[in-house]
C-alpha cells in the first residue's frame, strides 16, 4: 500500500478543479432508495446501515469502475462528489493515451491529474488499465474496445515511452498496472499481444519494481488467452512479469460463472502459486438496451441493485480480491447509445442525474465488508430447504471471532423470482452475541427476537429466516455501522 501525503495531495486536487473550473464543493442533493421493494421482514427494526465515507475505510477489497473518460463517455466532475461517499476502496481508470499524447511527444497531463490527485485526496486508491491505440503514430492501434495493438516498431517505441513517463508522474499514488482490456483471440494466435505485454511490462517493473501487474484482461474467463500468456512468460523466464490475472465474467445471473473461476485458480497454480485473480469489470443495466454486453434482459435499477450484492458478495465469498462493479456513471457513447451500468444515472449530455438503487446498495455493502473480516472458507451450515443447491451462503469472520454470515436465493436472475421464502439455518461453528437481520438492498437492519434464535453445541441456530433473491446477513451488531435516524 502506497504512503501518501494526504494535505498536499488535497490541495493539488483542489486547485486542479479550481482551474478547471469544477465545483469543489459536493452537490448535498440525494436521491432516495424507494424505488425498490423491501423485502418483508417481522422483526423490529433498529435502524439502517450508515454509509462509510472511503477516508474513514483503512483497507478493503473493493473497487469501482471509472472507465471510458478516456473517451469522454462520461465526465469525472459530473460525478466526482458521489466517489468518496461511495466506499470503495479502489478505481479503474484508463490510460488514455491518445488523449494525452498528439504525437508530440509533449504529454498533456491535466485530465489526469484532475483525476488521480482528486481520487487519492478522497481516500480512493486508482488502478489503471494502460489501453488502447493512438492513430497520430502510423501503425499506433485504434482508439477503443475491441481496437488494435500498437504495431510499428515507431508506434511500439512511443508506447513505451509514454508508460514510463506516466508510471514516474503517477508512481507516487498508482501501483496496480492492467495492461490493454478485453483483448481479442488473434492477438494470442498471432503472439502479438505476448509480445505488448512483455514489452509494456518491462517497462513498469523498470520504474516500479514492486508494481502489480495485472493481465490479460479477459471477456469472461476465456482459458484460451491467458494460458497463451503465461505459456509465452514461462518459455521466456518471465513469469514474474505478472502478478494477477483479471476476468470480466458477465452473465445474467451473476452466480452462473463460479465453475470457471476454480477451474482458472487451478490453471494458475500450476504455472506460479503467486499468480491470484482480479475481477477487473463486471456489472448489470439498469434497463433493457439495444448496445453492450447483457442488453437482451427486460433490467430495472432495482434488478441491477441485486445483480451488484449478488455479484459483490459471491466474489468475496470464494476470496477474489480485487473485485470490480462497473461501472460508477452511466456511459453516453453516442446520441442513440447510451450504456447503463452505471450507479449513477445520467443523461445524454453527461449530466449526473442522481443515484439509482445500486448506489445505494452498494454504499451499503462497502460500509459493512472491510479488511476487518476474512472470508472462512468451508464454512458448516445446514439450511432447511429441500434445494439448498439454490442459495448461497458464506461467512467472513475477525480475527477475534466476531460473524458477518450472507445468504440468498442464487438458482434464477435477479428479479425473475423475487419470493420471499423462511428457513431453519444451522451454524454448528458459529456463535454470536447479538445478532441482528439486515436486507443490503435497503439497508434495514432488524434485531432478531431472543426467541427465533439460540446457541447449541457451540454453534447457533435460527429460525424461519427470510431469504429472497438478494443477499440478506445475519451480522454481530457491533460490526455495524447502524444509524437509528430513520
Known amino acids: 500500500m502506497?504512503?501518501?501525503?494526504f494535505q498536499a495531495i488535497a490541495c493539488l486536487s483542489t486547485l486542479c478543479f479550481a482551474l478547471a473550473g469544477a465545483d469543489v464543493q459536493p452537490n448535498k442533493k440525494i436521491m432516495n432508495s424507494s424505488e425498490v421493494t423491501p423485502l418483508e421482514v417481522d422483526y423490529p427494526k433498529i435502524g439502517t446501515i450508515k454509509p462509510r465515507h472511503a477516508r474513514e475505510i483503512e483497507s478493503s477489497r473493493w473497487s469501482i469502475g471509472a472507465e471510458t473518460m478516456d473517451r469522454d463517455y462520461t465526465i469525472y466532475a459530473n460525478w466526482r462528489e458521489y466517489l468518496g461517499p461511495l466506499g470503495a476502496k479502489r478505481a479503474r481508470i484508463q490510460s488514455g493515451w491518445a488523449k494525452t499524447d498528439d504525437g508530440s511527444g509533449d504529454y498533456d497531463w491535466v485530465w489526469l491529474d484532475e483525476i488521480i490527485l482528486d481520487m487519492v485526496d478522497q481516500g480512493v486508491e486508482p488502478w489503471v488499465?494502460?489501453?488502447?491505440?493512438?492513430?497520430?503514430?502510423?501503425?499506433?492501434?485504434t482508439e477503443g474496445l475491441g481496437g488494435a495493438l500498437p504495431e510499428s516498431e515507431e508506434a511500439l517505441q512511443a508506447w513505451e515511452k509514454f508508460v514510463a513517463a506516466f508510471v514516474q508522474r503517477y508512481g507516487e499514488y498508482v501501483d496496480e498496472w492492467e495492461i490493454w482490456n478485453e483483448p481479442k483471440n488473434y492477438m494470442f494466435d498471432d503472439g502479438s499481444y505476448q509480445r505488448y505485454f512483455t514489452r509494456t511490462a518491462e517497462v513498469i517493473r523498470e520504474h516500479q519494481p514492486a508494481a502489480v501487474i495485472i493481465g490479460p484482461s479477459t471477456l469472461g474467463i476465456n482459458m484460451k488467452q491467458i494460458t497463451a500468456l503465461l505459456d509465452h512468460l514461462k518459455a521466456e523466464d518471465k513469469l514474474d512479469l505478472v502478478?494477477?490475472?483479471?476476468?470480466?465474467?458477465?452473465?445474467?445471473?451473476?452466480?452462473?460463472?463460479?465453475?470457471?473461476?476454480?477451474?482458472?485458480?487451478?490453471?494458475?497454480?500450476?504455472?506460479?502459486q503467486r499468480i491470484t485473480i482480479r475481477q477487473g469489470e463486471n456489472g448489470a443495466?439498469?434497463?433493457?438496451?439495444?448496445?453492450?454486453?447483457?442488453?437482451?434482459?427486460?433490467?430495472?435499477?432495482?434488478?441491477?441493485?441485486?445483480?451488484?450484492?449478488?455479484?459483490?458478495?459471491?466474489?468475496?465469498?470464494?476470496?477474489?480480491?480485487?473485485?470490480?462493479?462497473?461501472?460508477?456513471?452511466?456511459?453516453?457513447?453516442?446520441?442513440?447509445?447510451?450504456?447503463?451500468?452505471?450507479?449513477?444515472?445520467?443523461?445524454h449530455d453527461k449530466n449526473v442525474l442522481g443515484p439509482k438503487p445500486s448506489y445505494f446498495a452498494a454504499q451499503n455493502l462497502f460500509a459493512v465488508f472491510d479488511d476487518r473480516t476474512q472470508p472462512q472458507q468451508d464454512?458448516?451450515?445446514?439450511?432447511?430447504?429441500?434445494?439448498?443447491?439454490?442459495?448461497?451462503?458464506?461467512?467472513?469472520?475477525?480475527?477475534?471471532?466476531?460473524?458477518?454470515?450472507?445468504?440468498?436465493?442464487?438458482?434464477?436472475?435477479?428479479?425473475?423470482?423475487?419470493?420471499?421464502?423462511?428457513?431453519?439455518?444451522?451454524?454448528?461453528?458459529?456463535?454470536?452475541?447479538q445478532p441482528v437481520f439486515v436486507d443490503l438492498l435497503t439497508g434495514n437492519v432488524y434485531n432478531i427476537p431472543e426467541e427465533m434464535w439460540s446457541i447449541q453445541d457451540g454453534g447457533t441456530r435460527f429460525q424461519q429466516i427470510p431469504v429472497y433473491d438478494s443477499p440478506v446477513l445475519i451480522a454481530e451488531k457491533a460490526l455495524l455501522p447502524i444509524s437509528t435516524n430513520f
Open 129 to 141: 488499465c494502460l489501453c488502447y491505440g493512438n492513430q497520430a503514430y502510423e501503425g499506433g492501434g
Open 285 to 347: 443495466p439498469s434497463g433493457p438496451a439495444k448496445h453492450g454486453i447483457l442488453r437482451d434482459h427486460p433490467w430495472t435499477p432495482e434488478n441491477q441493485a441485486k445483480w451488484a450484492l449478488r455479484r459483490l458478495l459471491g466474489d468475496a465469498g470464494r476470496d477474489i480480491r480485487p473485485t470490480n462493479l462497473f461501472a460508477m456513471c452511466d456511459m453516453i457513447y453516442s446520441n442513440d447509445r447510451l450504456n447503463s451500468k452505471g450507479l449513477l444515472a445520467a443523461d
Open 243 to 272: 502478478d494477477q490475472v483479471a476476468i470480466h465474467p458477465y452473465d445474467y445471473n451473476p452466480d452462473a460463472k463460479y465453475g470457471g473461476y476454480e477451474r482458472l485458480r487451478e490453471t494458475l497454480a500450476e504455472y506460479d
Open 2 to 5: 502506497i504512503i501518501r501525503n
Open 379 to 433: 464454512l458448516q451450515y445446514t439450511l432447511a430447504t429441500e434445494k439448498p443447491e439454490d442459495y448461497s451462503l458464506f461467512g467472513q469472520a475477525t480475527d477475534t471471532g466476531e460473524w458477518l454470515i450472507s445468504l440468498w436465493r442464487d438458482a434464477d436472475v435477479p428479479g425473475e423470482n423475487a419470493q420471499r421464502e423462511q428457513f431453519d439455518l444451522q451454524l454448528p461453528e458459529v456463535t454470536f452475541q
